[in-house]
């Protein structure tokens, strides 16, 4: 289980191991008041402007290989040309990343047959939502045998294996999502509340391919899964991405998807089975059971579409150490648009992720306006395909422009705060790696203090791109706003605000609104500024902390 460092000796370690903008820097040229006016130039009303561009109806959803891809694509370069960056690719500001997209017809129904019970239906987007990842036109399951396979995790570290002494091939797992620390409470257990990669429902479709199962089926909670059944509903219809592979992913499952809870209790009764009980026995150990005489019967209609998406990449080349690079990212895409709705049919984005990209521009205006380059380079990464499964960062870190050895640091901004200032700032992966100390630093002088996830059961450490980076080995910050409001009014801002915002994640509604208070994403964004400027000295190279699952390659 991974220690986490106290608030209090973070601080300390903090302020004796980092320099803030306000120290006095040997190797720093620009004046302090040089240094504060381009944190300054970071503001609301233009962070709101290019929000409001990216969100627009015109940009359709921002879904990748569109029309919206381009425009966004296109701000991206005009922006930052104008800022002085540079290609950030060789000439090029663009990365192609070869995508292939796989549109599932929801002309489908699941049956679940049982000789004893008689056949069940169950309908696309109300009852489930299945797809495949095979690039192909049609995948289907006929009969496919259900065993129930706890949280479908095999994981030796944790002494856990819910496929050990079962053959699943050709069969249908259906899994519980999250892992069996959140529902034991136990912190002994994985992380204990804090979700582990091993309960993301990409780990549970990888596992079951891996064991040979011929589909692979989640269960939907809300509470577990951090999100409504509509986030389910809206994400996974519609066009699917992924990668262009050669094998054309046949060492997937034929099958994958979800059932929601409802459904699955319905399912373990017609298999002689207790739902409740089940899951209370997949959280104590390693456990499975075949559910009854049930089969499972679904044909995947694909439409095929092979195209080619694109990372945005542009550099402010450095001083003295240009081929060390501070590297900021967020993923520009969204969901793009459903032509099947009446009405509205564009998922805007707003604020997942149009604050992230707008962030980008405000980061490099910031660095831009400088009247000396940093040391070292700084780079903009913004990744596509992110609602995808992070495919864009995968890809990018699969395939690094700069390399991994020569990248100092990734701060990635993901869906920023839009309520008003925090007197504190969440740090999702508390205590990975001394970038935590930086970041103590520059809100300190906010009058802010650092806490830890909010929501340690949601696993959004492993949700955003900075997971990718992570995985190649360089350190990377994932952070916003905290849960306590600076004063009354932004109280009761909030008490109106963040309902709509809960209800707006992955749907229609996430649009931009007056309504919003942009003060405490400034403030989030200055601090990130602050950060990559002292990283930007050429002798800081932050560590991982002794206890992260995480090290330099």
């Keep these: 289980m991974k220690k986490i460092l106290s608030i209090g000796l973070l601080t300390a370690v903090a302020l004796s191991g980092c320099n803030s903008i306000e120290s006095d820097n040997s190797q720093t040229i620009n004046s302090k008041s040089d240094i504060q006016a381009a944190y300054n130039t970071i503001n609301a009303n233009q962070l709101a402007e290019h929000v409001k561009v990216l969100a627009s109806d015109e940009f359709e959803g921002r879904a990748p ?9 296109d701000y991206l370069t005009n922006n930052l040309t104008k800022l002085g960056f ?22 489908m129904i699941l049956t679940i047959g049982s000789q004893a019970k008689g056949d069940k ?3 696309y987007g109300k009852d489930m939502v299945m797809g495949s990842s095979r690039i192909t036109e049609l995948s289907e399951l006929n009969h496919s045998e259900l065993v ?25 797992v259906v899994i519980l999502v999250n892992d069996p620390g959140y529902a034991s409470q136990d912190p002994a257990l994985f992380t204990g509340n804090a979700m582990t990669y091993y309960g993301r429902w990409t780990y549970k479709y990888e596992e079951a391919s891996r064991q040979g199962a011929a589909g692979a089926i989640i269960i939907h909670e809300t509470a577990p899964a951090s999100y409504g059944w509509s986030v389910v509903a809206n994400s996974w219809s519609g066009p699917q991405f992924g990668f262009d592979r050669d094998d054309l992913n046949k060492d997937r499952v034929a099958v994958e998807g979800w059932i929601n809870a409802e459904v699955a209790a319905e399912l373990f009764d017609n298999a002689g ?6 899951k209370e026995m997949a959280a104590k150990g390693s456990y499975h059971v075949e559910m009854g005489d049930l089969t499972a019967s679904v044909t995947v209609k694909n439409t095929v579409k092979k195209s080619t998406s694109y990372n945005f990449i542009a ?25 099947g709705l009446e009405g509205d049919q564009i998922y805007n984005g707003a604020v997942d992720n149009a604050t992230g990209t707008a962030a980008l521009i405000e980061i490099a205006k910031a660095f831009a306006s400088l009247p000396v380059k940093p040391e070292r380079s700084i780079t903009i990464i913004a990744v596509t395909a992110e609602e995808q499964g992070l495919l864009g960062s995968k890809y990018y870190a699969a395939n690094p422009v700069i390399p991994a050895n020569k990248t100092v640091a990734n701060i990635n901004m ?32 906010q009058g802010r203090t650092i806490a830890g996830d909010p929501r340690p059961a949601a ?9 990718a980076f992570a995985n190649i080995g360089i350190p990377a910050l994932y952070a916003k706003s905290g849960k306590t409001p600076v004063d009354e009014a932004t109280r009761l801002l909030r008490e109106q605000l963040d309902p709509k915002l809960a209800k707006c994640y992955h749907n229609l509604c996430d649009e931009f609104t007056e309504e919003w208070d942009l003060s405490g994403a400034v403030e989030d964004i200055q601090a990130f500024f602050e950060v990559g400027y002292e990283l930007s000295s050429a002798n800081i190279w932050p560590k991982w902390s002794e206890k992260s699952e995480f090290s330099r390659k």
Excluded at 315 to 338: C, F, M
Excluded at 459 to 467: E, K, L, P, Q, V
Aim: proline share 4%; charged share 20%; aromatic share 12%.
């Design 148 to 172: 129930f396979v706890g949280y479908g995790i095999n994981a030796p570290e944790y002494n856990w294996n819910d496929y050990q002494g079962i053959d699943v091939k050709g069969k249908t």
């Design 273 to 278: 089975l207790n739902f409740k009980q089940a």
């Design 414 to 445: 993901d869906a920023l705060g839009v309520n008003g200032r925090s007197s504190d700032v969440s740090v999702y992966g508390l205590g990975q790696s001394e970038l935590d100390n930086y970041l103590t630093v520059a809100v300190k002088k």
């Design 121 to 123: 239906t169950y309908q």
């Design 65 to 73: 290989s569109t029309k919206g891809e381009q425009l966004t694509l």
């Design 315 to 339: 550099t402010l080349p450095g001083r003295t150490v240009s081929d060390e690079h501070i590297l900021y990212s967020a993923h520009w895409d969204h969901l793009g648009k459903n032509t």
């Design 459 to 467: 696993g959004i450490y492993y949700r955003s791109d900075h997971f």
């Design 86 to 107: 540079k290609p950030g690719n060789g000439d090029s500001f663009l990365q192609a990343v070869p995508m292939v997209s796989l549109e599932a017809s929801p002309e």
